[in-house]
């Protein structure tokens, strides 16, 4: 698998808006929940967790959008209406990994909300979930996940 080269930069559909990321991601995953498939118009959404630190917009202002709820939070360009990132707890944002410069590197290590998931969609991930992992599993995972990626 190829490796992440850092600082990663990205940008979103229109190029309004643009980040950078100097850290490796936490965990990549996949979720096939239905609002997923509904934001990202596809079976799923792609996405790596960043240390919340280590991620930075370098040009423009997002808006939030999709569910109003204050530990969720979803990110669009207000320009192309694209969905760009997710604040889900106060220590990482969950970034669209194909708006990534260079997404190759990602492959999702996870899938959640599988018992939504449409038949074909097929990840490869090492973990599924029917829903979303509880937050000792998510840690575990993490954790997994970061030995993995150091012998890479």
């Given at each position: ?31 096939h ?6 934001m ?31 530990e ?55 973990h ?17 996940f ?7």
């Amino acid at each position: 698998m190829p490796s992440l080269a850092l600082p990663a930069l990205g940008h979103f559909r229109c190029g309004a808006i643009e980040f950078r990321v100097s850290a490796p991601p936490l965990l990549t995953m996949a979720c096939h929940c239905r609002g997923c498939q509904r934001m990202s118009a596809s079976a799923f959404s792609l996405s790596a967790a960043f240390p919340a630190p280590a991620f930075e917009l370098t040009r423009g202002e997002p808006a939030i959008g999709g569910l109003r709820n204050p530990e969720l939070r979803h990110y669009f360009c207000p320009a192309c209406m694209s969905w760009l990132f997710t604040r889900f707890l106060p220590t990482f944002v969950n970034v669209r990994a194909t708006m990534l410069d260079d997404a190759s590197w990602c492959a999702p290590y996870i899938e959640t909300w599988t018992r939504t998931r449409l038949p074909w969609a097929q990840t490869g991930a090492v973990h599924r979930f029917d829903e979303f992992p509880t937050m000792d599993e998510f840690q575990s995972l993490i954790g997994e996940f970061q030995r993995s990626w150091s012998r890479t």
